[in-house]
C-alpha cells in the first residue's frame, strides 16, 4: 500500500476518496522510565533510545493507519500527517498519530 504525506501520487490517479483513516500509539510511563535509565545512551545531544521508542511508536501508528485505510477498501492513503504528544499528569505517556485520507489508486 501506498502511504505519502503529498495529496497525490505521481503516476497515479485517485478514483475514489474513503475518507480520513487514523492511526496512534500510546507509549505508557514505563517506556519513560526505560528511556530515562538509558541516559548514558546519550551521545552529541541525541538519545538512541529515545529515537528508537519514538521509530517504534510511529511504526505502531502508520500500521494502524494502514490496517485501518484497507478495511474500508483502500489501496493508498495520501496526505498523512504525523502528531506527536506528551499525555497525562507529569507529561507520562507519548502519544504519535497518524492520520491521512484512505483513496483507491489505479
Known amino acids: 500500500m501506498d502511504i505519502t504525506t ?6 497515479r490517479r485517485i478514483v475514489r476518496y474513503l475518507g480520513v483513516v ?5 507509549m505508557g510511563a514505563n517506556v519513560f522510565k526505560d528511556l530515562f535509565a538509558g541516559v548514558r545512551d546519550i551521545v552529541g545531544g541525541r538519545s538512541g533510545t529515545y529515537e528508537r521508542e ?32 506528551v499525555l ?5 505517556m507519548l502519544m504519535v ?9 489505479e
Open 6 to 11: 503529498t495529496p497525490s501520487i505521481e503516476g
Open 22 to 26: 487514523a492511526g496512534e500509539a500510546i
Open 54 to 85: 519514538l521509530q517504534r511508536a510511529r511504526e505502531i501508528a502508520l500500521d494502524e493507519l494502514e490496517q485501518r485505510a484497507r478495511a474500508v477498501g483502500a489501496n493508498a492513503v495520501v496526505g498523512v500527517d504525523l502528531d506527536y504528544e
Open 88 to 92: 497525562g499528569q507529569g507529561n507520562s
Open 97 to 105: 498519530s497518524a492520520s491521512g485520507t484512505a483513496v483507491v489508486v
